[in-house]
């Protein structure tokens, strides 16, 4: 069946400019969670969807970064007014529940900020 | 806050020898993740162990999750270049089962 799939696969933009990142999330799952992974690095949790319940934000940067996810499926993660060090893959990934614990992950979004 | 540590950071094996990576956790967890990420590629699930003293295989590959749920180890016998990656350990916290927190992940190199 299909994967956790990401839009688009890369983004230049200049400082200054919004962007919006996607994620179609597997079909059924209800957990979806967004990292960031700089170059060579390991992976930065920015944020937790579940269900209907309120979002685990803690792990966003800065109120630049802000994301939605609308009828339990798709996700969108917006980042205002981007930096330089914004610039990095942004990976989504999806499991079929809150404790259902393994998680499939999209390709990424490789993110340059100019 | 809770940390889950990875060693080590690089390793540069021969095609044929063995290779280790650590993972250490200043909690306890309740279960603990592997994955491995090829080059330019993203995070692919190995693995999960739950129980204390657990050991898993798969093929050349052996996890084993300690007796006090607080770290674990994967063993790669006579390593293959199709081996080449980084190994990620993700450890779920046992009062919190909602987010993994990850280790910086150990990136392995293997000369043919």
């Known amino acids: 069946g299909a994967g956790v799939s990401q839009s688009p696969s890369n983004k230049v933009t200049e400082k200054g400019k919004d962007v919006e990142l996607r994620c179609d999330p597997i079909?059924?799952?209800?957990?979806l969670y967004w990292y960031r992974q700089s170059l060579g690095q390991g992976l930065e949790f920015l944020i937790y969807?579940?269900?209907?319940?309120?979002?685990?934000k803690s792990g966003l940067p800065s109120d630049r970064f802000s994301a939605e996810r609308t009828g339990g499926s798709v996700s969108t993660l917006t980042i205002q007014r981007t930096q330089q060090e914004d610039s990095a893959v942004y990976l989504c990934?999806?499991?079929?529940?809150?404790?259902?614990?393994?998680?499939?992950f999209g390709p990424g979004t490789r993110l340059t900020v100019l | 806050g809770q940390q889950v540590m990875q060693i080590p950071q690089y390793q540069h094996v021969q095609e044929g020898e063995d290779f280790t990576t650590y993972c250490n956790s200043s909690?306890?967890?309740?279960?603990i993740q592997w994955y491995k990420q090829r080059p330019g590629g993203h995070p692919v699930f190995l693995i999960q162990?739950?129980?204390s003293g657990e050991v898993k295989k798969q093929k050349r590959l052996t996890f084993q999750f300690g007796e006090a749920k607080k770290n674990s180890s994967l063993h790669i016998t006579a390593t293959q270049t199709t081996d080449v990656g980084t190994y990620f350990c993700?450890?779920?916290?046992?009062?919190?089962?909602?987010?993994?927190?990850w280790g910086l992940g150990t990136s392995l190199g293997v000369n043919p």
């Open positions: 990934a999806s499991s079929l529940a809150a404790g259902v614990d393994t998680q499939y």
């Open positions: 079909s059924g799952h209800t957990a």
């Open positions: 969807f579940q269900g209907n319940s309120a979002p685990d």
């Open positions: 909690t306890t967890l309740s279960n």
């Open positions: 162990l739950v129980k």
């Open positions: 993700a450890g779920r916290n046992a009062g919190n089962n909602r987010k993994l927190i």
